[in-house]
């Protein structure tokens, strides 16, 4: 049997999307990247905002019509939903789309390949397994981890115990449950002999990472030691667990990526108290201090979310000034968009105007564009080691790639190969990218 898969939002789902094929290939099953030679299309699914879940919904019209099309042909196709959305919907996307025939959330992918042979033996029936009670963390499955020929994706710690008050993810993606550090290890070890350069550890929240005894501090200094040829990058961290010893252990190996991404969500105190968040825009400045104390060309990038319940053009003003304080690297910003089951959906009011939501996220849009520039600009002048990680999409004279911090880089191509290192000297930036030259290969 043929599988076709389509992955849709975050990197935890990239992942998860090579955990499936890896537990569908050694069943047996092909996989396609044509749509229409597959026996099951499979889309892996977000549910954090509205945006996506609505891009998902579309495409999955889209693919309903060709499953009509082809039955006239008698070919059978068979639809399913795996991911946040699935666990999300659960029972009510059957009742409603009578058109999908699996649904499996984020802790079955074991039981996908026995799921679909039971949908091919009995075409009529449905299959549901959207328990999140199991603890998988998929310890023995060796996903091939890759988002491109340079980097690798490795989950550390999978669902969160946070419960922000506007956030899905505790839903969709069940309690914390950290991974055996022994998997983690040998994972790394199988990607750098496959000749991976880069590893990104992922994690709702790394820092709650805890397996007894070992905190994420002490697995990531595990981590940099075991594989010191390769370069280690980790996401994303909750604001108010990032340790001193975490910021050491960074600061230590220069192996590690010299980059946090720390979510504000919101500059407000009491913005952060309705989401639950446990620190406030004070704390947060602090905690960004530390981290600027210890190593101060660190970059730092962010989550903003405008619009949240109750928001007031004071409690926006207090964004802009956090994000004056400290000007992330970047950031990924938002309108607040209700999520169903949460809290933020049950007891607060989503009363900000669609209009004002987009008016602040504007602004702060453009806030953080300048600020970009701004930190980007630091960078000239200086000599840097940058992993080349492939040709220039613009400009196939030039090679892109990333320096210590995660920034990107374009210079002309050089006699290296792409996952090799540079050092380039940094002469000019655009909004979003360094230009750089080469000085000396190594
Ligand atoms: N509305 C808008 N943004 C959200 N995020 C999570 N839930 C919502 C929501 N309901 C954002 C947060 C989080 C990022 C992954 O997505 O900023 O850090
Ligand atoms: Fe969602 Fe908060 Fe957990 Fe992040 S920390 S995944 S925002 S509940």
Redesign the pocket.
Same mark, same amino acid.
């Given at each position: 049997m043929k599988f076709y898969i389509e992955t849709y939002g975050c990197q935890m789902n990239i992942y998860d999307s090579e955990i499936i094929c890896s537990i569908l290939l050694k069943a047996g099953f092909i996989k396609t990247s044509t749509l229409k030679k597959a026996d099951i299309i499979l889309l892996n699914t977000c549910a954090i905002r509205a945006k996506p879940e609505q891009k998902i919904l579309n495409r999955l019209m889209k693919i309903r019509c060709l499953k009509s099309k082809l039955k006239k042909t008698n070919k059978q196709i068979k639809i399913g939903i795996v991911g946040c959305l699935a666990t999300h919907y659960k029972k009510q996307t059957l009742e409603k789309f009578n058109f999908i025939d699996l649904i499996v959330g984020p802790d079955s992918y074991k039981n996908l390949p026995k799921m679909i042979k039971k949908l091919k033996k009995e075409p009529k029936k449905k299959e549901i397994d959207v328990r999140l009670a199991n603890q998988e963390k998929y310890t023995k499955i060796i996903p091939s981890g890759l988002i491109n020929r340079i980097s690798a994706l490795i989950s550390i710690i999978r669902g969160?115990d946070?419960? !922000?008050t506007f !956030?899905i993810?505790?839903f969709s993606r069940g309690r914390e449950k950290s991974r055996n550090p022994n998997s983690i290890l040998k994972e790394c070890k199988i990607l750098y002999k496959k000749g991976y350069k880069e590893i990104i550890l992922l994690g709702?929240?790394v820092d709650s990472y805890f397996f007894k005894p070992l905190k994420f501090f002490q697995l990531l200094e595990l981590i940099a030691l075991t594989v010191p040829l390769m370069r280690i990058r980790f996401l994303t961290s909750?604001p108010s667990n990032i340790s001193k010893n975490l910021v050491e252990v960074v600061k230590k190996h220069s192996n590690i990526s010299k980059h946090f991404h720390i979510p504000l969500q919101s500059g407000s105190t009491r913005i952060l108290a309705l989401m639950r968040r446990k620190y406030s825009g004070e704390e947060f400045l602090l905690i960004i201090k530390m981290i600027q104390n210890i190593i101060p060309d660190c970059s730092i990038s962010s989550d903003i979310i405008t619009g949240f319940c109750t928001e007031t053009q004071e409690d926006h003003r207090e964004t802009l000034r956090i994000m004056n304080r400290i000007k992330f690297n970047f950031s990924y910003m938002f309108k607040y968009s209700s999520r169903q089951g949460t809290y933020a959906e049950r007891k607060l009011k989503d009363d900000v105007p669609n209009i004002l939501k987009i008016r602040r996220l504007n602004e702060i849009i453009s806030l953080q564009k300048a600020h970009s520039f701004y930190r980007l600009k630091e960078n000239i002048g200086k000599i840097q080691n940058v992993l080349i990680e492939g040709i220039s999409k613009k400009d196939d004279k030039y090679y892109y790639g990333r320096n210590y911090k995660n920034d990107i880089i374009v210079f002309p191509k050089t006699t290296s190969k792409i996952g090799s290192y540079n050092r380039i000297k940094i002469i000019n930036s655009t909004f979003t990218t360094l230009i750089g030259v080469l000085t000396a290969e190594i």
């Open positions: 969160c946070n419960m !922000c !956030c993810v505790p709702q929240n909750y």
